[in-house]
């Protein structure tokens, strides 16, 4: 199939030259200016992180000229029904290949919007416990106990319960300590509860126990 199968070249005059360079000026004015008004009102949603906000001002970009091609097109007398299709069947396949990227992408929206947990927040979800440290469009990272980065998949996490364990008033948490001593259990006791109750942070009513 070659370009002068599905465009009428001797349709094209003067006047569909002009009006090619109308459609190609308004797309471009309208692709930028549309760019920046969807940056905007996107800016306006408490709790939506830049990064969404530039990513979907890119795709209505690339809409509006994506648009602009079809009315070029079909300025030029063109068939655009083989081009329809094409962009259908690709539409399909990235859908289906991209699939899990979008839940997580759309799980990841209404996450920061609700705020179930905030960066510094304590949480459990999927069976992890640990520090929210970053909450991006893929997934909420955490920084577990001993030092390990979990990275929890948005979709799942908004699936299952989410469990935030930060309060104003405080956490509670548990401490095992093993020893053979036996005999000297008492004593290792209070040696432990004194250095944990000396310590900054830890809340005096309820006392340690």
């Not at 465009?7 to 308004?26: E, K, Q, Y």
């Not at 962009?87 to 290949?97: D, E, P, Q």
């Not at 001993?146 to 405080?170: I, M, Q």
């Amino acid at each position: 199939m070659n370009i002068g199968s599905w465009i009428d070249f001797d349709s094209i005059s003067g006047w569909t030259i002009v009006w090619l360079l109308v459609t190609a000026v308004a797309t471009w004015l309208a692709a930028r200016y549309g760019r920046k008004a969807v940056a905007r009102l996107l800016a306006r949603i408490d709790g939506l992180s830049t990064d969404y906000s530039v990513t979907a001002a890119r795709l209505a970009g690339y809409l509006i000229a994506l648009l602009g091609i079809g009315t070029g097109l079909t300025i030029l007398g063109a068939n655009v029904q083989p081009l329809l299709i094409l962009v259908l069947i690709v539409g399909v396949a990235a859908f289906l290949a991209l699939r899990g990227v979008a839940d997580n992408f759309g799980a990841s929206l209404i996450l920061q919007t609700r705020k179930p947990a905030h960066i510094g927040d304590l949480v459990e979800s999927l069976g992890y416990l640990g520090t929210v440290v970053e909450l991006n469009g893929r997934s909420v990272v955490l920084r577990t106990f001993d030092g390990h980065l979990v990275h929890l998949p948005n979709g799942k996490v908004l699936a299952e319960p989410l469990v935030n364990r930060s309060s104003p008033t405080g956490n509670r948490s548990m401490i095992e300590v093993r020893t053979t001593e036996l005999k000297r259990v008492d004593e290792l006791r209070d040696v432990l509860l004194g250095a944990v109750r000396h310590t900054n942070g830890v809340r005096t009513d309820p006392p340690a126990l």
